[in-house]
């Protein structure tokens, strides 16, 4: 999909900004346990911070560590190609749910400085958010980053040509 380094970067926030949104969105009704418009509205603050925190966390760790699970996994040279491709959200959110499930314990959960309470509180939130995370990514991050992102691309590629 990106090419270039900036396809890269949009491409990043892109999902950065759908998987924290669907993520939150998610823990808000977890917490709340009520369907209402006001579900769906996340402070720009949280929104931006949140999504800063997942590309960086992602181009630094998550992404090296997803890479070589995803190689590990399957032999490049023997293996479908597709299966890399369709292997790798998988891998992605396996490396980055943990990661940001730490992130959600220590900035919105609460818990005393017992350490084994803050491990089962984190453990907890890994456990509840893996699977909402791993189905937003694979029906609906990932094929609405795509498709925004080829429309903003072929666009801009079909300009060009003319």
């Known amino acids: 999909m990106p090419k270039t380094m900036s396809q890269k970067i949009i491409f990043s926030i892109l999902m950065a900004i759908f998987m924290v949104y669907g993520m939150e969105t998610y823990n808000k009704f977890i917490s709340d346990q009520i369907v209402s418009y006001t579900l769906f509205i996340i402070p720009w603050r949280e929104l931006f911070g949140l999504s800063l925190c997942v590309m960086v966390l992602q181009t630094f760790i998550g992404e090296p560590l997803a ?9 490049h040279k023997k293996n479908v190609p597709g299966l890399m491709i369709n292997l790798f959200p998988f891998a992605m959110v396996a490396c980055m749910c943990p990661m940001m499930s730490l992130v959600a ?3 919105f959960k609460s818990y005393s400085n017992n350490s084994i309470q803050f491990l089962t509180i984190w453990f907890e939130t890994i456990i509840i958010n893996l699977p909402m995370a791993l189905i937003w990514q694979i029906f609906v991050a990932g094929p609405g980053v795509r498709f925004i992102f080829k429309k903003i691309f072929v666009n801009i590629s079909v300009q060009h040509k003319i």
């Open 67 to 75: 890479t070589r699970l995803v190689f590990y996994i399957v032999n």
């Open 105 to 107: 314990t220590l900035l």
